[in-house]
């Protein structure tokens, strides 16, 4: 199955999605850039193009322009998902702008209060960084905790949206 590909350009560097024939318009994966600004590994079978993007595209570009965007799931092609991977995915698609929750919390909100580990590992394993905020969901003491692109990514789209920082890599507040 051939996928293809399109680099969305940010002030962080290249944002890449990719789609299949099958599944456009919705995106099967999203690869934000690593901390040298260069996009995270993509698979062989990937090509790019510049025509025929998805709407998802557009909607990367208008929330680097400081537009507020309502990022969908129905953007996304979630055959691929198991289901506790879509329920936690779908709960942290609720963290508002500008805010963080905690793993933890995000296990509760999620109906599974004693799984923030599993939780942290769905987050690290998270297909969709952005349309599904994963940026958005911190230790409870306030650090960042990992993020596949490195904390100062994670710590730059926090900010983009508004967050406040006690710290270099510590949110003021997680709730």
Known sequence: MSEFAARVPTPLGDIVIVWTAESFPKVTGIYLPNSDHTCMELPDTVRFTKKGLPPLAAKIKAYFAGERVNFSMADLDLSVLGPFQKTILTKATKIPLGQVWSYGRLAAEAGCPRAARAVGNEMARNPYPLVVPCHRVVRANGELGGFGSGPELK????????????????????E
């Open 155 to 174: 710590r730059e789209l926090l900010l983009l949206e508004g967050v406040k920082f006690a710290t270099k890599y510590r949110v003021a507040t997680t």
